[in-house]
């Protein structure tokens, strides 16, 4: 992807965060099979801390906080500001606790090696605009033995 088709896509993520937010319920429905899914490919259970890439207005990470229960953690990261705001909302709606919020790229991950159990894309990869950095940032922060899961 150009540099030019990067910002596009940002600037078109940008503009779609408040229908997401108007229509999560029905997207949240839509995408829970898939949700579901990834969660089995996975392999989450109670306690794990649990990395969502590309997490978008906050699904699946709302749904995995409930999975992980108290003992375990959930970080939901976009790209995109105004989703993260969205997810954030989302989670004081549902009175999760368990989950955090951060705003970066999917090939610049702010976070330190072996921070978590699993790492999660769910319809987030193909909008990555390097793959291959995507990949080489999520592979250490997974912990030895961690699993990567993508629902593409």
Request: net charge negative.
């Amino acid at each position: 992807m150009s540099q030019v088709q990067a910002i596009d896509t940002l600037l078109a993520w940008r503009e779609s965060a408040k229908y997401w937010a108007k229509h999560s319920v029905t997207i949240q429905q839509m995408f829970a099979p898939l949700t579901r899914a990834l969660i089995e490919a996975a392999a989450i259970a109670q306690g794990h801390s649990v990395l969502d890439v590309a997490g978008g207005p906050g699904e699946p990470s709302l749904t995995i906080a409930e999975t992980v229960g108290p003992t375990g953690s959930v970080t939901c990261t976009d790209a995109v500001a105004e989703m993260v705001e969205t997810a954030q909302a989302e989670a004081v709606n549902r009175g999760l606790t368990n989950v955090q919020f951060r705003q970066c790229t999917a090939d610049a991950l702010p976070f330190p090696d072996n921070s978590f159990d699993r790492a999660i894309s769910r319809l987030g990869a193909m909008f990555f605009p390097d793959p291959q950095a995507a990949l080489r940032e999520m592979l250490p922060v997974n912990k030895p033995g961690g699993v990567l899961a993508f629902a593409v």
